[in-house]
Structure formats: structure tokens, C-alpha cells
């Protein structure tokens, strides 16, 4: 105290910098409290053997790497994974086309549409559901006996139902459909933020050069827009890898059919069932390790491109 | 000086709200995990503390249980004997999933910590995982703990005893019910296609899987089903295996009759004889209902008193209306409700049982004395028995009184269009064996149906599908190993 007191006395000027770190403590709290203790703990538990066998708790027993082994090498990991990156591309590439041309039309000055706010919160509706309940809709919509099924019954279009969720691609589409629906109206914002800080006057400047609109779009937007564009796919690519909630609901937990539709997430949800702390730990870290090398990759090659 | 000290105010404040509502929030999720009613046993809470002396018993009466079931029971034939100090508290949680179990368990290993109301004083279980908490320390001796006297026991079926009792001989839980399964058709297609609805006619062709072979064949030219889905049939062929799922080396053994089950369901489904539905689905339980097309249904007691006839409603029935509390109304409810009426069983090709809930004395319980009671009540009680059969038409746990229904002429289920089912029940009760029984059945059971749906749609060939199992049970049951 003393000291701090004898420093105002000879600089007189009040510094502020201490309360930027006293306003922190808070965040760093709750951080810690919820985010690095459990992350650490997780790594601390997967080198472990540790499970319920019924109501007989099983170790803990230090067992090295041996977790890592066997989730490398009995090859389910791969599989999922590809299942995950399949359902998310799906979802992701029709969302982001989707996303960019609204996004273009909504900022068009010359389009000048009517009601934009409207449509605005319109495609971010389907957002506020929760995506539980979401899937549980899905489920019942696309059941055997749905509703999607009468009407294309009724209609003479098919004879038989179509069993979606019995089917590999349908219960992907409509997975990667659900994702699509619930995020094109957050992306759609998004990328409408990004493309309003574009200088109109380079549209104007391209119009004058007798540019087309695709070309405006080519050559102005999209290179402007990069920043913008790559903090989408990385978030959009960390959630895909956490995909879990959707397929989840959607089959019953099951992953169907042959486990196609199974995410990373929801088979580290499987070794829950016996509390196999881990087994799910070492999955975990695996997946902390390949997300982390993900967005720093995407991050390297956007900050590389900032310099030149 | 003051402006820091404001400052110093606003930003512990703010600290101090940011955690006050996490812990509001983790304060407000355990209240949803708890029953609604923990408001009130705040008040029986303070009455406590007031007398120190252990005697009394304690103010709630905790029981965790998958469905409402027992509860129905529970508040037909037991609510008034309850003391009025006493509250009783349900924690239902569904098994899909081992949810229900996840669920006790926690609260089984926190028992030591709860206080004296947070303590469960009685649970439930099922037949495909009894063996876990019969084979636990958190189950209390019927006999010896509870009070109950070999006596009292002695009426009900000596099965129902043999899977609860653990490697010690000790009782560890007690059942109201003994569940041999049946076969339920439906009369109207049975007189259609073969030419008669007499239960013992239909039997005779029935009567071993050739037979019921031909039958499927016989409905699926008659424009209806067999069955309704892959695993209807289930539970007769798993129940009719010679060797547990899991050998003493913790292998995983697939018995021939499981697979004789994946043989039959593919060639029903191959050739239309079903439905392609799931157990326990929404198009499952409307083809037992007024639209449905299919024959048949492989059930136990429970399953037909319970499951089948609200299925079978157009309209459900009024909240809390049974046969004994209003007779005039519950018929007037049911005749000619839906398809009420149209039902029949017969033994089927094989003899079986499904599932069955006992009642387990949780250890730590404070209230040891109204366990006793709610057991005593419908577990040994002829008379209590008695009348619950003829309420709900359940088959209850006492061999005398089910004998004395099953020997009445006069009785008929009206449900079944006047079938005495008590008969046929208490002909196939002595012949259930539950002695493959694991603590691994329900997972491994799970994991095998869900595994082979995938075959029977088509997406896997047979060994694909066994592959997907092997590796579903090992994820669920780390212990176990395979091949």
C-alpha cells in the first residue's frame, strides 16, 4: 500500500490498468473454475483405467497410453470421424452458398428489397429451437408412418414409404438438413456484417468500370470478405466436429443405420454407459488435439495470406 | 477514494452475481432432478430436527422407479395406509438408454451422504438386470433386514425368489407379479383367415415354429402381418437359450436360439410377414391399436393388462378409472372402444417369460418399517393380490389365489372377450427358468436388437451386423471381450 500510495504522489496521473485485470477475474474465474480444470482433469483421466462394472467401481489404475491404443487401433475412430465430416460438409457447403447469396442480396443497395427485416429474422428462426427438440420434430415428421410419408403417399408420388432412418444417406441428409437449417440464418448475418464494412465506394468504383454483378461479386466481395469467411469455417468446423445433439435425437442414440450416422461425440457419449471415464478421456483429448490443429492450420494460412 | 471504493462495489458485485447465478442455475437443475415436491419436505425437514429421538421413522418415503406401473398400484391399494405424516416421493426416470439405472446408482452411492429424506427407501427393478443390485451390498435382506417371514414367501412363485436371491441366499427383493409370456391375437383376423378364434384351435396351430411359420404365411396372403416388428419374437427365443450371454471368462456368447431369432425375423421381413417396426415405437403400438393389420403379439402378463389393452383404445380411458372404482363406467369406457374386446391368448410355440419388476429395500432406509408394509401388502397379502388381478388383470405373485381365478368358471377377462388368461397363465408360470440370467442382459439384449435391425433392413450382411454388436457391447461393458 505504501508503495502504491508514494508512486501517485510522484506521478500524480491516475493509472487505470488495474482495473482492466480486476474486470477479468471474473472471466478467468469462470474459466478456470469451468473450462481449464475439467480440460486438465480429462487428460489426467485418460491415462487411466477407470469404469463401473455394474455398482463395482473399477481402478482407478494407471494405465499409460494404453487408453490411446485401443482407441487408435480398433479403427471405429476413423470411421466416425469420416461419418462427421460427411454430415458436416453436407450441412455446410449447400449453408454457405445459401448464406452468401442472401447475404449479397440483403446488402444489395440497388435491389432494394422490401421487408428485409422480416426475412432477416426469419432465417434466423429456426435457430432459437432447441436442436433436440429440433430432431425430435424430424423424428417424427420422417417416420415410418409420418407425416412426410402420407403426403407423398396421398399424392401418388411413391407407394411404399421411404424409410429415411433406415436409409445411410437419407438419415445423413437429413442430419446435415437440420444443421443447414438451423445456422444459414446465423452465417447469413454474419457475412452480412462482413460484406456492409466493404467501402461502397468500390462498388461504386467497379460499377463505373462496367463490371458485372457476378464479377463484382468475385473480384470485390469475396476477397474482402475473407476475414469473415474463415471465422465462419473455423466455428462452423469446430461445432460440426461436436456434432452430437442432432443425429443423437434423430436415431435414437443408435447411430443408424450401421452406425453411419454415429458421430465422435456420440460415441464418446457411449462410454458413459459405464462411466468409463478412460476411455471417453483419452477420445476427448484426441479430439481436443485434432480440433486444436484444425483452427490453428486455418489460422496459419489466413494470417499468411494477410501478409502478402 | 470514493470512486473506488464504488468501483471496488461494482466489480465484486458483478463477480458476485456472475457466480451467484451459476449457482443458481446448478441449484435449480438438481431441483428439476428431484421431485417437485422438495418445497414441502422443507417443512418436515425443520419438524425434524425438532425430535432428536431415531425411533420415528422418517417423513418421506422415497422410491425410485421406471414408470408409473407400481405407482398405480401403490396409490390404488396402499396411499391410504401410508401415514398422514409421511410423504411419499416418486423419482421416475425411464430406463431407455439405462437412463433409469445411470439414475439409481447415483443415488444408490450417494446413499451414505443424503440426508435422511434424500435417502431411497425402496426401488425397482427388471428381470434383465436384477442380478446387479441382487449381487450388491445396496439391497437389503428381505428375510433377515426387513422382517418378512419364509411364511409369508412360501405363496409366491419359487422362481420369483430364485433370481433375487444372491450368492449368499439371501432374499434380496420381493415381486407382485410372476410373468410367463403368451401369445395375443386378434380374433376378428384369426376367424378370418384360419377359420376360427377359439383359443385352443389357434394354439394347435401354433404350436411349434414350423407351424407358426406356416400361419405367417397364411396372414401375409390374407393381406395381414404376423407380427408387428424384428423383435416381437425376441424374447421367446432369448429366453429359451441354454447358455448365459456371458461366460465365466467374460466372454460374450451367442447362443444358437438367439441366432435362430435373427434367422426367422429376416426371412418375416424378407418375405412381409411383419411390419419393420421397433419395439416400443409409435408405429409399433398403433398396429396393436384399431388400424393395425397384424395377428399377433408376443406378451407377457404385464404386457397385456397394461401395454396391449391402452394400445388397443380408440379412446384412452379417463385418469384413474378401474374396473373395482367404478364397474359401470369402466365398461361403459371400454365396450366397443377400439378393438377392446377383440383380443385372445394362447401359450404360443414356446414357453417364455418377459421381464417382471420387483420391489428392493434400499440400504440406508429410514423408513425400514413402511417397506416392510408396502412388500407385506403386495407381495404376500392373497387377498390384495386377489383384487388386483381382478382390477387390473395383472398376474400377480400368489400362487393360491391365482390357482382359486385360474379354477373359476365364471372368470373372464372382458378384455380378452371372457378368456380365463389366469388358466393359461398359471400353466405356463411353473415352466419359467431364469437361471441364464447376467447383469449384462438388458445392455447386451439392447445392443443385439439395435445391432441387427440394421441386417434385417438390409444395410449390413449378417456378420457385418454381429461385428457392430461385438463392439457396441465392449463400449457399453469394457470388462468384456469377444471371439
Known amino acids: 500500500m505504501t508503495k502504491t500510495s508514494g508512486n501517485r504522489k510522484k506521478s500524480k496521473c491516475v493509472k487505470y490498468t488495474k482495473w482492466g485485470y480486476i474486470f477479468l477475474i471474473p472471466f478467468f474465474l469462470t474459466y478456470t473454475i469451468f473450462s481449464f480444470i475439467p480440460l486438465v482433469t480429462t487428460i489426467y483421466n485418460s491415462f487411466f483405467e477407470n469404469y463401473m462394472l455394474g455398482l463395482q467401481q473399477i481402478g482407478p489404475r494407471f494405465v499409460g497410453l494404453d487408453n490411446y491404443k485401443a482407441i487408435i487401433s480398433n479403427g471405429d475412430m476413423v470411421a466416425y470421424a469420416k461419418n462427421t465430416i460427411i454430415m458436416w460438409l453436407m450441412g455446410f457447403i449447400p449453408q454457405i452458398i445459401v448464406s452468401l447469396l442472401l447475404a449479397a442480396w440483403f446488402t444489395d443497395i440497388r435491389l432494394r428489397l422490401k421487408a428485409a427485416g422480416f426475412f432477416k429474422t426469419v432465417i434466423y428462426l429456426p435457430n432459437l429451437i432447441m436442436a433436440s427438440a429440433f430432431a425430435m420434430l424430424f423424428y417424427s415428421i420422417f417416420s415410418d408412418q409420418g407425416p412426410v410419408n402420407q403426403i407423398l403417399m396421398n399424392a401418388g408420388i411413391i407407394e411404399q414409404p421411404i424409410r429415411f432412418l433406415s436409409n445411410v444417406w437419407t438419415t445423413r441428409g437429413l442430419v446435415a438438413l437440420m444443421n443447414f437449417m438451423m445456422w444459414f440464418g446465423n452465417t447469413t448475418i454474419l457475412l452480412m456484417a462482413g460484406m456492409m464494412g466493404i467501402d461502397t465506394a468500390l462498388f461504386e468504383a467497379a460499377q463505373v468500370d462496367g463490371a458485372k454483378p457476378f464479377q463484382t461479386f468475385t473480384k470485390i466481395t469475396l476477397p474482402l470478405l475473407k476475414p469473415i469467411l474463415m471465422y465462419v469455417l473455423i466455428t462452423s468446423m469446430i461445432g460440426g466436429i461436436q456434432m452430437f445433439d442432432v443425429p443423437q435425437i434423430l436415431t435414437d442414440g443408435s447411430g443408424a443405420p450401421n452406425n453411419t450416422s454415429m458421430t465422435l461425440i456420440m460415441y464418446l457419449n457411449k462410454h458413459l454407459y459405464s462411466k468409463n471415464y478412460g476411455m471417453a478421456g483419452a477420445l476427448s483429448v484426441i479430439l481436443f488435439i485434432v480440433t486444436g490443429i484444425l483452427s490453428l492450420a486455418v489460422y496459419k494460412s489466413l494470417a499468411a495470406q494477410r501478409k502478402a | 477514494m470514493k470512486k473506488k471504493l464504488l468501483s471496488v462495489c461494482l466489480a465484486t458485485s458483478m463477480a458476485a452475481t456472475l457466480f451467484a447465478g451459476c449457482g443458481g442455475n446448478t441449484a435449480d437443475n438438481d431441483k428439476n432432478n428431484e421431485p417437485k415436491e422438495s418445497k414441502d419436505s422443507q417443512s418436515t425437514k425443520e419438524d425434524k430436527k425438532d425430535d432428536t429421538s431415531k425411533d420415528e421413522e422418517g417423513k418421506v418415503f422415497r422410491i425410485y422407479c421406471w414408470n408409473d406401473e407400481f405407482k398405480g398400484l401403490f396409490d390404488t391399494y396402499f396411499a391410504s395406509e401410508v401415514p398422514s405424516d409421511?410423504?411419499?416421493?416418486?423419482?421416475?426416470?425411464?430406463?431407455?438408454?439405462?437412463?433409469?439405472?445411470?439414475?439409481?446408482?447415483?443415488?444408490?452411492?450417494?446413499?451414505?451422504?443424503?440426508?435422511?429424506?434424500?435417502?431411497?427407501?425402496?426401488?425397482?427393478?427388471?428381470?434383465?438386470?436384477?442380478?446387479?443390485?441382487?449381487?450388491?451390498?445396496?439391497?437389503?435382506?428381505?428375510?433377515?433386514?426387513?422382517?418378512?417371514?419364509?411364511?409369508?414367501?412360501?405363496?409366491?412363485?419359487?422362481?420369483?425368489?430364485?433370481?433375487?436371491?444372491?450368492?449368499?441366499?439371501?432374499?434380496?427383493?420381493?415381486?407382485?407379479?410372476?410373468?410367463?409370456?403368451?401369445?395375443?391375437?386378434?380374433?376378428?383376423?384369426?376367424?378370418?383367415?384360419?377359420?376360427?378364434?377359439?383359443?385352443?384351435?389357434?394354439?394347435?396351430?401354433?404350436?411349434?415354429?414350423?407351424?407358426?411359420?406356416?400361419?405367417?404365411?397364411?396372414?401375409?396372403?390374407?393381406?395381414?402381418?404376423m407380427l408387428s416388428g424384428y423383435d416381437d419374437s425376441y424374447r421367446v427365443f432369448s429366453n429359451n437359450v441354454t447358455k448365459p450371454w456371458v461366460d465365466e471368462n467374460d466372454n460374450i456368447v451367442i447362443d444358437d436360439n438367439i441366432m435362430k431369432w435373427v434367422d426367422q425375423t429376416k426371412e418375416y421381413t424378407d418375405n412381409g410377414y411383419n411390419n419393420k417396426t421397433s419395439l416400443w415405437a409409435t408405429e409399433w403400438s398403433a398396429d396393436q391399436g384399431p388400424t393395425g393389420k397384424v395377428f399377433g403379439f408376443f406378451y407377457s402378463t404385464w404386457g397385456i393388462n397394461f401395454t396391449l389393452l391402452g394400445n388397443s383404445l380408440e379412446t384412452p380411458l379417463p385418469e384413474g378409472l378401474t374396473k373395482t372404482s367404478d364397474p359401470d363406467a369402466y365398461k361403459a369406457a371400454t365396450e366397443g372402444n377400439g378393438i377392446y374386446g377383440d383380443w385372445a391368448v394362447c401359450e404360443g410355440p414356446q414357453a417364455y417369460y418377459w421381464g417382471g419388476s420387483w420391489l428392493c429395500a434400499a440400504k440406508g432406509t429410514d423408513n425400514p418399517t413402511l417397506v416392510k408394509q408396502v412388500m407385506e401388502k403386495f407381495t404376500c397379502d392373497k387377498d390384495t393380490m386377489k383384487t388386483i388381478t381382478l382390477d387390473t388383470e395383472d398376474y400377480t405373485n400368489s400362487q393360491s389365489a391365482m390357482k382359486e381365478l385360474a379354477d373359476d368358471p365364471d372368470y373372464g377377462s372382458a378384455f380378452l372377450s371372457g378368456q380365463n388368461h389366469i388358466a393359461l397363465f398359471s400353466s405356463a408360470a411353473p415352466k419359467i427358468d431364469m437361471s441364464n440370467c447376467t447383469p449384462y442382459d438388458q445392455g447386451l439384449n439392447e445392443a443385439f436388437q439395435s445391432a441387427f435391425k440394421d441386417y434385417f433392413n438390409g444395410t449390413v450382411t449378417k456378420d457385418e451386423a454381429l461385428e457392430n454388436f461385438y463392439k457396441a457391447a465392449v463400449v457399453k461393458y469394457p470388462n468384456l471381450k469377444y471371439k
Not at chain 2, 175 to 200: C, H, M, N
Request: zero cysteines.
Open chain 2, 86 to 225: 409421511v410423504k411419499v416421493e416418486w423419482v421416475s426416470t425411464p430406463s431407455k438408454d439405462n437412463a433409469y439405472q445411470q439414475k439409481l446408482d447415483q443415488g444408490l452411492l450417494d446413499q451414505d451422504k443424503a440426508s435422511d429424506d434424500d435417502k431411497i427407501d425402496m426401488f425397482l427393478i427388471e428381470a434383465d438386470y436384477a442380478l446387479k443390485y441382487v449381487d450388491s451390498d445396496y439391497t437389503l435382506d428381505v428375510i433377515n433386514d426387513i422382517g418378512l417371514t419364509e411364511d409369508e414367501l412360501s405363496d409366491q412363485y419359487q422362481y420369483t425368489k430364485d433370481i433375487v436371491t444372491d450368492s449368499d441366499g439371501k432374499l434380496k427383493a420381493v415381486s407382485w407379479q410372476a410373468t410367463p409370456g403368451l401369445f395375443a391375437y386378434r380374433r376378428s383376423i384369426a376367424k378370418e383367415v384360419l377359420g376360427t378364434d377359439d383359443p385352443e384351435e389357434v394354439q394347435k396351430q401354433l404350436s411349434d415354429w414350423d407351424k407358426f411359420d406356416e400361419v405367417a404365411k397364411k396372414m401375409s396372403d390374407g393381406g395381414y402381418k
